[in-house]
């Protein structure tokens, strides 16, 4: 555990990510007066690049010694990283030093995320609530296991596979087949080499945030996303449609009861393995009528849900950034506005299939106009790019998410679609019904 530092009075930071949620934090943190230099990996990205200087050299673990040696040269005093996969890597492990703090986790701790059946071991241990689960790193013994029991299951690659490697399934048929996807097609990889056969369970879905300085935890109001592609949660699952905060459906009591019973469980779980947790913990929950019970861990901020709740961050996001990286999170003053933040995501015709790039984008000034004193709009990049005109055009299957703060879930979630019909491109389609999940029910 590295001494508390104080935050220095100017800094100069290096933001790793390329995506909307990397957007949302180096929009977060242009607002720092603290900011003396921003650099970031991703200058493709259109809104990355209109914040950023791009960084010469690549962040990806290849060339460790010139990594290191770059931040050493520009004095980068706190590295940023918004992704799974460098974390994964270990990027954070060789980017830390005496000078320069690192917002994300080691390697070792990143594992919660990068290897579900690491994670379900540490819940295990530590009697976190979860649903049952079976690891086999031998898919005839998990096809024995899926014939006999009969029940509804969720078929998981215990590795990183994007989001999309969780096969939930009501038969047995449909278990089979996940098995195949996973252990014998290869659909994700070496992400499959161990496969997790999980009760399935049913309920709400919360995404329950928290900042871990090793230690000290701080919990994020709760936030929702929708991960499927159609309006009444129908098809495919994506990366996340949308997403806002603060989600209604979690009481204080309830909260308390999920920092008390999984988040402070699962940090001293690591600890007592030797592992220090640093940044910032998602807890992916299943509100079952036994209780909250975890779904997933992730090691990052989600992707949408970083956009909201950027988007309310009211207080010094480089203090907040660096006493998480730091140690210092119980002198941290981290505050946000009170109204709720709604970001739809706008999308390419086709995701989470197939889809086409270069779509020319326009009406985002005509979205951001609707901003008043009372509400606001942002529209953060995540697929977007400058073709050789300089012309803004899609570039993936998340393009936009088009984010309103207002003063409750209703008017940020008609304000955030009436911002995405001012914005224009050839396929657009969005999820008008985000945030229906409470508002239908009240
Ligand atoms: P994961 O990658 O583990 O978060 O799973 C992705 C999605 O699959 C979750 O957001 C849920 O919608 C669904 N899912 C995962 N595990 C379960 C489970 N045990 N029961 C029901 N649905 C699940
Ligand atoms: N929005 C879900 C995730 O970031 O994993």
Request: with cysteine.
């Amino acid at each position: 555990m590295p001494r508390p530092r104080p935050c220095p009075k100017t800094a100069r930071v290096l933001l790793i990510g390329g995506g909307g949620r990397e957007h949302a934090i180096a929009w977060a943190i242009r607002k720092s007066p603290r900011l003396e230099k921003l650099w970031i990996t991703n200058p493709e990205n259109a809104g990355l690049a209109a914040l950023g200087v791009p960084c010469p050299v690549a962040m990806d673990m290849k060339d460790t010694f010139h990594m290191r040696r770059w931040c050493e040269k520009e004095n980068i005093d706190l590295v940023v990283i918004g992704p799974e996969q460098p974390l994964a890597a270990g990027v954070s492990d060789v980017l830390e030093s005496k000078t320069c703090a690192v917002f994300g986790p080691s390697k070792q701790a990143a594992q919660l995320e990068a290897d579900k059946a690491f994670a379900k071991q540490v819940m295990r241990h530590a009697a976190i609530p979860t649903a049952e689960a079976r690891i086999y790193r031998d898919s005839e013994a998990a096809i024995l296991f899926v014939t006999t029991r009969e029940e509804p299951c969720v078929i998981k690659a215990s590795g990183l596979a994007a989001g999309k490697g969780a096969i939930v399934c009501d038969t047995t048929e449909q278990a089979l087949e996940a098995i195949h996807r996973v252990a014998v097609a290869r659909e994700f990889g070496n992400a499959g080499d161990t496969l997790i056969v999980e009760e399935k369970l049913s309920g709400q879905e919360v995404s329950v945030l928290a900042l871990v300085d090793g230690r000290n935890i701080w919990m994020f109001e709760p936030c929702q996303d929708h991960k499927q592609v159609g309006e009444g949660d129908t098809g495919p699952n994506t990366g996340g449609m949308g997403a806002y905060c603060p989600a209604p459906i979690l009481d204080n009591k309830t909260m308390a009861l999920v920092e008390r019973e999984i988040v402070v469980p699962t940090v001293d779980a690591l600890r007592r393995d030797g592992i220090e947790y640093r940044g910032v913990l998602y807890v992916g929950l299943m509100l079952t009528p036994a209780g909250p019970k975890v779904l997933e861990f992730n090691c990052r901020f989600g992707d949408p849900e970083c956009q909201p709740l950027m988007t309310r961050l009211t207080s010094d996001p480089i203090e907040m950034l660096w006493a998480t990286a730091t140690g210092g999170l119980e002198r941290a003053d981290i505050t946000f506005d009170s109204r709720t933040a709604c970001c739809v995501v706008m999308c390419s015709a086709g995701y989470p299939g197939t889809y086409e790039k270069g779509k020319i984008i326009t009406g985002i000034e005509d979205a951001e106009a609707l901003s008043t004193d009372e509400q606001h709009v942002v529209v953060f990049h995540a697929g977007t790019t400058r073709n050789s005109n300089g012309d803004l055009v899609t570039n993936g299957g998340r393009v936009l998410g088009v984010t309103a703060l207002a003063q409750d879930l209703h008017a940020a979630r008609d304000l955030a679609n009436l911002a995405c019909s001012r914005i224009h491109f050839e396929g657009a389609f969005y999820r008008h019904d985000i945030g229906d999940r409470v508002l239908v029910r009240t």
